[in-house]
């Protein structure tokens, strides 16, 4: 397999982040279409209920992405800054570390899910009109979760270790098939959404074989490692989890937040405008992950540029990389938020049908929700570079912030304040906030004494 040749270390920022970033964002537009695309055959060929039904169970779905995220992220940093120091045995060690870790915890969700299956639901925002159509979806998707994590981990891996390209193919591999065999499933076989989620399954399940036959066969660095069984080796072990736990868990909190809008969303919706208003929430949902992996693919295609150069102690390199990652992040929100304001009626056009009275409400708040484009792609793009340096605990504090505590606040307060528009706008103005602060604090951080 020809190799991307990146060189962290001494290769020009620019176009390392370039190098980084298209891939990248190829393969997470692919991922955002794959999103849409489900949501559109699910709309349109089951119905608006199928679709709430889908929305009630996506926080589940996004715990665990947030979980394999976690993860990938963590082993990526620590990978990144042992790489830099010379370390490859100690780098594959954190990284077949991180994968045992993460089945462990898949597996655990995945019994839980079979043994619960109805009081999650209801847990999650569910109603009798959508419980059977929710439970159907959820039993599916389950045989693809742990391969889900394969996938997951495995993209920021393969980009450390300087295979973006690669990573970007089993991300256009699964978005594609989940997209025909979402249409093949839904349409001409008449399944359903039990279709849509079987075709999600099968998805997972080829991308992850995809990530672990690269690690077997093609990787250059990082490879799995026989770990010893010994009570110091777990010892280590555990330990060594912790700690990733620990730099990864800003963005397993930024997963669990989106978990936490919908459950949020989902209730207040249903309380003002009914199964309708749920349904109208959803397309803003189904849209949300294309906000959200533009502005990942900046913050992941700089983390392991500045984790690399943190290791290297070239705080220079750092920073520039770091002032690339905010224009691009600039760029990118701009871009997103007037797509949504001048396209509202078109996107909504993708999932309802314009008689539906959900047409109604999503048409008038998707431009309200995309006011939350720009600053979330620099308050994910800030957040990142704290977990690149090891600053686990301020990119906690902030990733909290903005993605629960400030959010549920506004779907508290805002509705009251300004009825349904405050529903729209609750997401937009936890995440100015929460920029506010982050300039402010890194102000006050850089004021002589």
Known sequence: MERDKLDFGNGRIGQLFRAMFFPTLIGMVFNSALNICDGMFVGHGVGSNALAAI?????????CTGVGLMFGIGASVIGGIRLAEGNVKAARIIMTQAY???????????????????????LLGCSEALEGLATDYLL???????FFYLQCAGMMLIRLDGSPRYAMTVQIVAAVLNIFLDWYMVFPLGMGIRGASMATSISCIVAGLMVVAYFIFFSDKLKFYRLR???????????????MAKIGFATFIAELAIGVVMVAGNYMFLSLL?????AAFSVGCYLFPLIFSISNAVAQSSQPIISYNYGARRPDRVRQALNIAIGAAVMSGVVISLGMWQGSGVLARVFLDPAD?????????????????????????????????????????????????????????????????????????????????????????????
């Open 140 to 146: 599916w998707l389950l045989p693809g979760l742990v």
């Open 274 to 278: 009914g199964e309708a208003g749920v």
């Open 55 to 63: 929305n009630i169970v996506a926080p589940l779905f996004l715990i």
């Open 229 to 243: 069984i010994t009570r110091k080796s777990l010892r280590l072990s555990l330990r060594n989890t912790g700690y």
């Open 357 to 449: 009275a959900a047409y109604g409400y999503a048409t008038a708040g998707l431009p309200l929700l995309g006011l939350c484009a720009l600053p979330f792609a620099l308050n994910i793009t800030f957040i990142g570079y704290y977990q690149s340096c090891e600053r686990a605990v301020r990119s906690i504090i902030y990733m909290l912030l903005r993605g629960i505590v400030f959010t549920v606040a506004g779907f508290i307060a805002l509705p009251q304040l300004l009825g349904v528009p405050g529903l729209w706008l609750a997401i937009p103005m936890a995440e100015l906030l929460t920029l506010v602060i982050i300039v402010a604090v890194a102000a006050i951080g850089r004021r002589p004494a």
């Open 100 to 122: 045992i870790a993460g089945a462990v915890i898949f597996g655990l969700v995945v019994i839980g899910s079979l043994l619960f299956t109805r009081p999650l639901l209801y």
